[in-house]
């Protein structure tokens, strides 16, 4: 398996306008893009700092993954993910190490890429995503 870096560190909020503010205009960090990835139920709204972006993750819906997760944790750091060269190859790595992956096959997450999360049970506490990118 082959980490190329931090792709972007997700976040959960509440309310992206009285959120996101703290990240463009405090912070100064370039919105990339919004986007709607509404396979996971999500409004992902992403700065890139250049070196690694923030992904700002707001529910659709109160059953969605991140609804769920404010629901039990409040708003606050949902998950890391760092960008492998070859999803394939880590979902294969993984499964040699015995690492519960959440999930069988890679799905398509914001920006286009092929993401696998890892069961923060095999993490150390950290919900952890995988991603490669999908330029095809
Ligand atoms: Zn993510």
């Not at 509404?38 to 250049?50: A, E, H, L, R, S």
Request: overall charge negative.
């Amino acid at each position: 398996m082959k980490i190329i870096g931090i792709e972007h560190i997700g976040i959960a909020v509440k309310d992206l306008s009285k959120d996101a503010p703290f990240w463009s205009k405090v912070l100064g960090i370039d919105r990339s893009k919004t986007e709607d990835v509404d396979g996971q139920g999500v409004i992902t709204d992403i700065y890139n700092t250049g070196r690694g972006k923030i992904e700002l993750l707001l529910s659709k819906y109160p059953d969605s993954p991140i609804g769920k997760f404010i629901e039990k944790k409040g708003p606050g750091i949902h998950h890391v993910c760092l960008q492998v060269e070859s999803i394939d190859d880590s979902i294969k790595a993984l499964k040699e190490n015995k690492i519960e992956i959440i999930g069988d096959t890679p799905t398509i997450g914001a920006e286009g890429f092929k993401v696998i999360f890892i069961h923060p049970r095999s993490a150390g506490g950290v919900l952890v995503e995988l991603a490669e990118r999908n330029d095809s």
